[in-house]
């Protein structure tokens, strides 16, 4: 059973910093996709960030691009999210969601994912 459990969330400034962590559980890095959503309130899941285990190419959304650093140490079965310079508009919960990897596949999408963890709530003050 795969299993995924966030972690990290929390109150910070405008310009702070946080890493979020994904502890995961019943599936092999390798063989997977794994991503960071977000949602806000009132507004749609939204993709954040996603690597592929088997080949560790990864993806942002243009909004984090520069900011955010994903990461995932196989060893750990842990997942990684650095947010740097945080923003006000980057408060949302946020969630981890993994996948067995398909080549081409867009990891972008929520509908791709059928993992899920509970989510962390992080907040950025102004």
């Known amino acids: 059973e795969v299993r995924l459990v966030e972690s990290g969330g929390g109150l910070v400034q405008t310009g702070g910093s946080l890493r979020l962590s994904c502890a995961a559980s019943?599936?092999?890095?390798?063989?997977?996709?794994i991503a960071w959503f977000r949602q806000a309130p009132g507004k749609e899941r939204e993709g954040v960030s996603a690597?592929?285990?088997?080949?560790?190419?990864?993806y942002y959304a243009d909004s984090v691009k520069g900011r955010f650093t994903i990461s995932s140490d196989s060893a750990k079965n842990t997942l990684y999210l650095q947010m740097n310079s945080l923003k006000p508009e980057d408060t949302a919960v946020y969630y981890c969601?993994?996948?067995?990897?398909?080549?081409?596949?867009?990891?972008?999408?929520?509908?791709?994912?059928?993992?899920w963890g509970q989510g962390t709530q992080v907040t950025v003050s102004s």
């Open positions: 969601a993994a996948t067995l990897h398909r080549p081409g596949s867009d990891y972008a999408l929520p509908a791709r994912y059928d993992n």
């Open positions: 690597i592929v285990g088997v080949n560790g190419q990864t």
């Open positions: 019943g599936f092999t890095f390798e063989d997977y996709a």
